[in-house]
């Protein structure tokens, strides 16, 4: 998993509530085993002219420059709702999306968004709403910047906005740890129980076959 520490980049404005994680990425879309090549399903729905169409909808944000190089998206409240999905946060990765500001979030999306090396940054709605108009400015010069070490945005205008996060799903963001690499951070630890164990209950320690 990158390391996220701060990220500088054009934000590109989908204010719509309640996207859900079929809308992020629909079922037909998923025929891969393997999280490559999702990207190309981001969205499918909105993107693309119809159905199984890869003719693109000149009206999506996304299709649109300079926001098809957006690293950071924002969008209203709920994002990320439905089912748990993992896919939906794979799809956003693969397009390069490093960061969602948004009021609110689903919570297993939020989950997910974390252990996969995005950063939910939850602002209220206001705030979201005038990043937004700000970005629409200029877009290309209009960036958002989110510092993860600080938890605070900072707007195209200088403005800032703080957000929280807790503590281990900020640690698991800065250092680039999944939670099997935060659980063997403490592989000493571990180990010794284990030795510990073994000596106070042998039996548990004895091959199956025995």
């Known amino acids: ?3 996220f520490t701060t990220l500088t980049a054009i934000a590109a404005p989908l204010l719509r509530i309640n996207i859900d994680t079929d809308a992020i990425i629909p079922s037909r879309e998923m025929k891969r085993v393997s999280k490559d090549g999702l990207a190309e399903g981001l969205f499918a729905g909105w993107r693309y002219q119809s159905p199984g169409s890869r003719d693109e ?3 999506f944000v996304l299709n649109q ?4 190089r957006a690293r950071i ?3 209203g409240v ?17 397009w390069g999306i490093r960061a969602i500001i948004a009021p609110t979030f689903g919570a297993i999306f939020q989950g997910n968004c ?8 939850a602002l209220d709605n206001a705030s979201v709403e005038a990043l937004a108009r700000q970005v629409e400015a200029d877009p290309a010069r209009q960036r958002v ?6 938890l605070v945005v900072t707007a195209p205008d200088g ?9 281990a799903d900020r640690e698991m963001l800065l250092e680039g740890l999944d939670s099997i690499a935060v659980t063997l951070k403490r592989d000493r630890e571990i180990l010794a129980f284990r030795d510990g164990d073994r000596n106070r209950r042998p039996w548990i320690y004895l091959p199956t076959s025995a």
Not at 65 to 68: G, H, K, T
């Open 1 to 3: 998993m990158e390391k």
């Open 57 to 59: 909808n000149p009206d």
């Open 65 to 68: 420059e300079p926001y098809r």
């Open 73 to 75: 998206l924002l969008s």
């Open 78 to 94: 709920n994002f990320g709702c439905g089912s748990s999905r993992e896919h939906a946060v794979w799809a956003l990765l693969e």
């Open 114 to 121: 974390v252990r996969n090396g995005i950063v939910p940054v």
């Open 145 to 150: 910047t989110v510092d993860l070490e600080q």
């Open 159 to 167: 403005s800032q906005h703080r957000f929280s996060l807790p503590d």
